[in-house]
């Protein structure tokens, strides 16, 4: 998640108007402001001068065809004696505007000059949330060895910064950290940004928000449902935490078009309506070629007739399906639902004396479809054509291996029941089952890579990574975690 936030440095105002902690302007006279630096010749013990800016942290310099990451990532020095904040980085700025050279006053009486003064965006990453510092009138001194940033220039506005135990915080005024250094030699702070890009410039103050994302990001975070239904989910605001871009354009996707082609379907079916829980719909499916990740080769769907909430339950044979049934039904009545009906195909897996008899003690109706007649029991039938589409759709955009599609299917139920469903048009699946609306913010990209701590037996030596990367599969609601994949296991 990302925030964008513009720093207010006004050396006439001691706050801004209407500021709501998140996004104001820093800008300043440089040429008329006196100021304080560590220059690139300071022989003092003020700075390590074996330090380079440019280098610090990386452990050779790149061949030319490497990704140079100082071209990416690069250092600041916190600290309260400069009283602008500075930058050697000509590549750095955003605006430039060349100006009549400022002498400016070192430690010790050295001198060096600023050649130029705009704006620079830098990128924190600060409690796993990315932020955007958008700082005005910074000044480019090319002889200096440091990017300075001016700790007495932060606190105008109210904010502040915290330093206990040889870490900094940067805090807005409602003291949120948005960044965060580590204490280097001679008492300096060093805070690592990453360059940001052009952004949209306000002049006005307005909440922080995570920026919003392209209809098609959307469409791969949502498993590759449709646009239309990602557009009722927004129109109709469905679910939490969806920030569409509604301007950017709506491509087409080949994973899409290979896995949803079809005939046209017949028309809808007619029935009565039910309560939650009082009918289900059930089909199997499988058996499939290849043996999931856990050995898995059906699944068993169910789709609540009231709300199209699904359930799916991963098998190795088909007999598992009674078991199955019965402990997902009587789940059902422990939280106060009131089965009433089953509907289902023919197959041996519902059409079985253990099901029957069971279903006979507890009250519910077994109702078997006509041979040979899978529209009669098109609820389910649908769905499962649903999942599947969406299955092969983001196994194919992904390029994982296709043992993975138990992990695929059981997302792709769970994206199905937060999303737009034409008949539940008041609100989705999710929010009918458990009466309280989804929020869809912590949705990406099916196989996008995510870096997964290592923890416990699993912590390696100290030398060694803290961090591996992974591959996202999938979400646990339940523990609140993400399910990712590892190839080396």
């Known amino acids: 998640m990302e925030e964008h936030i513009v720093f207010n440095a006004e050396h006439n105002k001691s706050d801004v108007e209407g500021e709501t902690a998140a996004i104001v302007t820093d800008k300043s006279d440089a040429v008329e402001e006196p100021m304080a630096l560590i220059a690139d010749n300071d022989k003092s013990d003020i700075i390590n001068n074996t330090y380079d800016g440019e280098y610090y942290n990386f452990d050779h310099v790149p061949s030319s065809d490497e990704m140079d990451m100082r071209l990416i990532y690069y250092d600041w020095l916190a600290d309260t004696a400069t009283t602008s904040h500075i930058t050697h980085r000509r590549d750095a700025f955003i605006t430039y505007e060349t100006i009549p050279e400022v002498p400016i006053s070192g430690v010790g009486g050295l001198k060096t000059y600023a050649i130029s003064r705009g704006r620079v965006n830098l990128q924190s990453e600060c409690d796993g949330k990315i932020y955007i510092l958008e700082l005005h009138d910074i000044l480019h001194v090319p002889g200096n060895r440091n990017n300075l940033l001016s700790l007495g220039r932060w606190e105008v506005a109210g904010r502040s910064y915290r330093a206990c135990d040889g870490i900094l915080d940067l805090l807005m005024k409602e003291g949120k950290p948005i960044a965060r250094g580590v204490k280097v030699r001679n008492n300096l702070y060093k805070v690592t940004f990453k360059h940001a890009p052009e952004t949209a410039h306000s002049d006005c103050a307005f909440s922080a928000a995570s920026p919003p994302q392209t209809w098609e990001t959307w469409h791969q975070r949502f498993g590759h449902v449709g646009y239309s239904s990602i557009k009722k989910l927004l129109d109709n605001q469905l679910v939490d935490g969806l920030h569409i871009d509604v301007n950017s354009p709506k491509l087409d996707c080949v994973a899409c078009t290979e896995a949803k082609l079809s005939e046209t379907p017949y028309g809808p079916t007619l029935g009565c309506p039910t309560k939650p829980g009082e009918l289900m719909h059930m089909d199997l499916w499988g058996k499939y070629d290849v043996a999931s990740i856990n050995g898995n080769q059906y ?6 007739d009231a709300m199209r909430y699904i359930t799916v339950k991963f098998l190795k044979t088909k007999d598992q399906a009674v078991q199955k049934i019965m402990n997902y039904m009587t789940y059902q009545k422990a939280w106060g639902k009131t089965p009433c009906a089953i509907r289902a195909d023919r197959g041996t897996e519902f059409v079985n004396e253990a099901l029957r008899e069971w279903c006979h003690s507890q009250g519910i109706e077994l109702q078997v479809m006509a041979p040979y007649s899978p529209s009669q029991n098109g609820v389910a039938e649908q769905m499962n054509r649903t999942l599947v589409e969406l299955t092969h759709a983001m196994l194919s955009a992904s390029e994982l291996p296709e043992f993975l599609w138990e992990a695929t299917v059981a997302h792709a139920a769970y994206l199905r029941n937060m999303s737009y469903t034409k008949p539940k048009a008041k609100g989705t699946p999710y929010q009918l089952w458990h009466g309280r609306k989804p929020n869809v913010s912590h949705l990406r990209k099916f196989g996008a890579p995510i870096w997964v701590l290592l923890q416990g037996q699993k912590v ?30």
């Open 460 to 489: 390696q030596r100290k030398m060694l990574p803290k961090s591996l990367r992974r591959a996202y599969v999938g979400y646990d609601e339940g523990s609140k975690s993400v399910i990712y994949y590892n190839a080396a296991t």
């Open 299 to 304: 699944y068993l769907l169910m789709v609540d």
